[in-house]
């Protein structure tokens, strides 16, 4: 059963263009919802996180949008740059803990010059 | 800062053999610990956490084993891989914030 759904697979922007990645969920008690980052051969580094209470979160280009009553929560990257391109995850948990995280499947983003 | 050191960084093992990979864990003391799988198209998906020196719980039933013998120390085993067992390991500590190391890439063949 997957409990949080990501799309799309895999995206292309050009450069300085808007990447958007959604993301849903289907576990109301989840209260925590990061978004890693990897690039290729390491591992996934926190780039983002939000919890319930809030609708928004911006840090530098990176946004979460966060919809509770959708039960959705999107990553936009703004003025995206060749060096976004990765792999970005998005997870969610409950408790406070990401003892138990839930990851999405991954989205591949490629920034074209 | 914690920092997560894993080896082997790559592994090409047969059919059968015996599967050791190791993570120790700086900068923190008594850390929760994880190792997930990724495999491509399915993401990441975890397979065992620690809270504790031996106390080691599964998520999903598999041919894997894990073991803590020391508190920054935790350890994938298998007696027998399996082809379905190749995939990219990675081990992660923390609590509110998850530090993932640079993974191990195995591939059984």
């Known amino acids: 059963q997957q409990q949080v759904k990501q799309s799309p697979q895999s995206l292309i922007v050009q450069k300085g263009g808007i990447s958007i990645i959604n993301c849903a969920y289907e576990?109301?008690?989840?209260?925590?919802f990061p978004w890693y980052q990897q690039f290729p051969g390491k591992g996934p580094a926190l780039l983002i996180a939000?919890?319930?209470?809030?609708s928004e979160k911006k840090e530098g280009r990176f946004t979460i949008s966060f919809n509770k009553s959708a039960k959705q929560f999107s990553l936009h990257i703004m003025d995206s740059q060749p060096g976004d391109s990765a792999t970005y995850f998005c997870?969610?948990?409950?408790?406070?803990?990401?003892?138990?995280?839930?990851f999405g499947k991954g989205t591949k983003l490629s920034v074209k010059p | 800062s914690q920092t997560i050191h894993q080896w082997p960084a790559t592994l090409v093992q047969p059919v059968g053999s015996p599967l050791s990979l190791e993570c120790t864990v700086e900068?923190?003391?008594?850390?929760?610990l994880y190792w997930y799988r990724q495999a491509a198209g399915r993401g990441l998906q975890l397979l065992f956490y620690?809270?504790?020196?031996?106390?080691i719980s599964s998520e999903v039933p598999q041919n894997l084993s894990a073991s803590r013998p020391q508190d920054r120390q935790f350890i994938l085993s298998s007696k027998k891989l399996l082809l379905s067992d190749s995939g990219f390991y990675l081990c992660?500590?923390?609590?509110?914030?998850?530090?993932f190391g640079a993974g191990s890439r195995l591939t059984v063949l």
């Open positions: 992660a500590s923390g609590a509110n914030v998850l530090t």
């Open positions: 576990n109301t008690a989840f209260d925590y």
């Open positions: 939000i919890r319930p209470d809030v």
């Open positions: 997870a969610a948990s409950k408790g406070g803990s990401q003892g138990n995280l839930i």
């Open positions: 900068g923190t003391s008594n850390p929760n």
């Open positions: 620690s809270v504790g020196i031996g106390q």
